[in-house]
């Protein structure tokens, strides 16, 4: 209906359910043939070939999609219509691997989603919890160095180089922070920290979105791919159920912390699963919602931070005189001598890390560029909504039930919005820079890293405490050299979509001791 009458006796027409426009469809697949292996990158061109700036409608089988491609498109869904947009897509996926779905990220919009998040950002993620982590943050820092700092000393007898392989060492170092932060110190005994490690590995790949069964949902239903998928993720579902059972169990049955949790609050440093148990009541928590709740920790916390990492250090490689600078930083405001001692080893404490703004320059300048949720979690529209980006010229009604795709990798790299969009300059984000006023609380829509809005990522503190310390500590300590036989230059940047996106190809770095 793209007409109706209007206006009584004068039959006038009118444009009605406009929807927003769309590229040439195929019958059956609709636009799905136009998607790559990088979805980011083939909506970014999409939305360019036919001009579609702003807002594009998509069929990629049976399921609508709103591509959103610009700042004033994502301000129109992440902040006017917020309400209408704030759901999350349903799936085989999140029904059986998340617990209904009970976590935070994939619930959807609704009362338990407002509790749920409620009790996440007030207990697990606030700014004084992500602090209280602070000395565990920095142990986990100092093994780490540990770890390279031998990698450096094998290189060096040796007379050769002994390079290691960056993204392995990020994700054990992330997958630890996280198993600390939900289970305590305790998390190495019975090596859990490698069997959640293992568990994520295998549970990601089913998270990407695109799955065949959400695209051709008859097939879900009457197909074979419906119970194979399903058979898929209850097995997945089984061996959650069974390490997070056996936590909250050894946590239950701990006769001290079972009377330090019937009589008190949750403490400052307590573990996620001590903080769920101390407020379970309260928020009327079943165990299948708290283990829902931990397992966005996993999901959201791990693949983010270590991924986040590694693309920055592999943009540091290539960008010689970034490297310099950033070094140069925080090898002065952390002098020799001057270092904060843990588990036996020097590091830059996070108290150090304040004064250091080209460090966070840097980090914003990195998830400019690499963010590693390029297209967001996807939205869903919970009702009919008219939206105004044009003021008043060019409005669009998006039905209920569309998935909405968010493209902040494109508006981040928009030479619109940016200066010199595609050089890695961390000095824009610094005083005087050209996006010196850029932050990451979501006002700025051209820079959308964590989202902006009520599905704004709530671990952002977590993250960012994380990935600050971590990188410090990486070029504090150690110079860092290409392998023999490589440039660095050559550093291929190319990625693998995901729930995060990832690099393809393994970074390998020779540490080298600072003399
Ligand atoms: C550098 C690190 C991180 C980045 C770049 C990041 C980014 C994001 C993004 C883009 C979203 C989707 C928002 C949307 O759909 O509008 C998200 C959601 C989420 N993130 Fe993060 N994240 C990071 C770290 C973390 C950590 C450490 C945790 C938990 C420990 C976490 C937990 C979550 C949760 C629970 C959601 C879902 C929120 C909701 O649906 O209400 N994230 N994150």
């Given amino acids: 209906r793209w007409f109706r009458s209007h206006g009584g006796e004068r039959r006038r027409k009118q444009p009605l359910d406009r929807l927003p426009p769309s590229p040439p469809a195929l019958p059956v697949l609709g636009h799905l043939h136009l998607i790559g292996s990088l979805p980011h990158v083939s909506l970014r061109s999409l939305a360019k070939k036919h001009g579609m700036d702003d807002l594009m409608f998509l069929r990629l089988g049976a399921m609508p999609v709103l591509v959103v491609s610009s700042p004033r498109a994502a301000e129109a869904v992440l902040r006017t219509h917020d309400h209408v947009f704030a759901s999350r ?98 998390f190495r005994g019975e090596g859990r920290n490698k069997l959640f490690r293992q568990l994520v590995c295998d549970t990601t790949p089913l998270l990407a979105g695109f799955n ?17 998928v399903r058979a898929r993720c209850e097995r997945l579902r089984r061996r959650w159920d069974e390490l997070l059972d056996r936590l909250i169990d050894d946590h239950e049955s701990n006769e001290n912390e079972a009377a330090a949790v019937a009589s008190d609050d949750p403490k400052e440093d307590d573990d996620f699963i001590r903080v769920l148990l101390s407020v379970r009541q309260d928020y009327g928590l079943t165990r299948y919602q708290m283990k829902g709740l931990l397992f966005d920790v996993f999901a959201g916390g791990i693949d983010s931070i270590s991924s986040t990492l590694e693309f920055t250090m592999a943009a540091l490689m290539r960008n010689p005189r970034v490297m310099n600078k950033l070094q140069a930083e925080v090898r002065s405001k952390t002098p020799k001598g001057q270092e904060t001692v843990t588990e036996g080893q020097e590091i830059v404490g996070e108290a150090d890390l304040s004064t250091m703004s080209y460090l966070r320059a840097l980090v914003k300048e990195s998830l400019r560029l690499h963010a590693v949720a390029p297209l967001l979690a996807p939205h869903l529209s919970t009702a009919s909504c008219r939206i105004d980006i044009d003021g008043g010229a060019g409005f669009v ?37 050209s996006a010196a006023e850029v932050g990451f609380k979501g006002n700025d829509f051209q820079f959308l890293p964590f989202s902006s809005g009520r599905r704004q990522c709530p671990g952002m503190n977590f993250g960012l405490a994380a990935v600050e310390v971590m990188l410090a500590n990486l070029v504090h300590r150690f110079d860092w050299e290409m392998p023999p036989g490589k440039e660095a230059r050559d550093i291929d940047m190319s990625e693998e979509f995901g729930l995060v996106v990832h690099r393809k190809e393994k970074l390998m770095l020779v540490p080298k001791l600072r003399v």
């Avoid at 779905?101 to 998040?117: E, H, I, L, N, T």
Wanted: overall charge negative; aromatic content about 10%; hydrophobic content about 50%.
């Fill in 397 to 433: 009604v998006v039905p209920a039930g569309v998935r909405v795709l968010i493209n902040v990798w494109a508006m981040a790299r928009d030479p619109r919005f940016w200066e010199d969009a595609e050089e890695f300059a961390p000095e824009r984000f610094l005083d005087g820079g």
């Fill in 89 to 186: 897509p349903q799936s085989l996926v999140a029904e059986v691997v998340m617990y209904g779905p009970s976590d935070v990220g994939f619930a959807p919009y609704g009362d338990y989603w407002r509790q749920a998040r409620k009790l996440v950002t007030t207990h697990l993620l606030s700014a004084k919890k992500v602090h209280s982590f602070r000395h565990a943050r920095e142990e986990e820092v100092s093994r780490v160095m540990a770890k390279i700092g031998e990698a450096a000393a094998e290189g060096a007898a040796a007379a050769g180089e002994a390079a290691v392989d960056v993204g392995e060492l990020l994700s054990s170092f992330t997958n630890d922070l996280a198993c600390r932060a939900v289970m305590g110190a305790s």
């Fill in 212 to 228: 065949a069964e959400e695209l051709f949902p008859f097939l879900a239903h009457f197909g074979v791919i419906g119970k194979v």
